[in-house]
C-alpha cells in the first residue's frame, strides 16, 4: 500500500516537472472571421492556448485591425485559475475586404500593468461584407423571422 502511494506521488511530481517553466505563456492557436447572414454580422476573433500556466488575472488585450479605418477595436480578457484557453472576438465589424489581412496584436499584462508578452498575427478573409444582408434575416434568441423583411 505504502509502495503504491510512493509510486502515485512519484508520478505526480514527474508529470508536474513536465510543464514548460521558460518562453511565452501562450500562442496563437486559432482565429479568423466569422459571417453571420442570419444576423447580418461580421465579426473576427483570436485564440490563444497556454503553453505555460498562466497567471490568475493576466490582462489579455486584443487589438483587432478595424476594417473600417480609425482606431483599432480593443477586447479584453481576464485569466482566471487553470485556464488554457483563451478566446477574444471583435465586437460587429463591416466594410471587409476580401484577400486582405488584418492585423490583431495581442498582449498579456499583469494586473499592475506590466506587459508581458505580445504576439502579432493577421487574418485574410476570402469574402467580404458585402456577401451579408444589409437587414438582419432573423431576430430574437429563436431565430425568429425578422417582421421589417416581410414588407
Known amino acids: ?25 501562450v500562442e496563437v492557436s486559432g482565429g479568423g472571421f466569422l459571417f453571420n447572414y442570419r444576423l447580418a454580422e461580421a465579426t473576427y476573433g483570436l485564440v490563444a492556448t ?11 488585450i486584443a487589438d483587432f485591425e478595424n476594417p473600417e479605418g480609425g482606431p483599432p477595436l480593443t ?8 485556464q488554457r484557453r483563451f478566446a477574444l472576438n471583435s465586437p460587429p465589424i463591416s466594410n471587409v475586404v476580401a484577400d486582405t489581412p488584418y492585423t490583431v496584436t495581442l498582449t498579456l499584462k499583469t494586473p499592475e500593468g506590466a506587459v508581458i508578452e505580445t504576439h502579432e498575427t493577421t487574418y485574410t478573409s ?13 431576430i430574437g434568441p429563436g ?9
Open 75 to 82: 477586447v479584453e480578457l481576464i485569466s482566471r485559475e487553470k
Open 126 to 138: 476570402k469574402i467580404g461584407s458585402s456577401v451579408l444582408p444589409e437587414k438582419p434575416l432573423t
Open 50 to 60: 497556454a503553453r505555460r500556466t498562466v497567471p490568475p488575472g493576466t490582462l489579455f
Open 1 to 25: 500500500m505504502l509502495r503504491r502511494l510512493a509510486i502515485l506521488v512519484g508520478l505526480a511530481v514527474s508529470l508536474a516537472a513536465c510543464e514548460e517553466t521558460t518562453g511565452d505563456y
Open 143 to 151: 431565430y425568429t423571422k425578422n417582421p421589417a423583411l416581410e414588407e
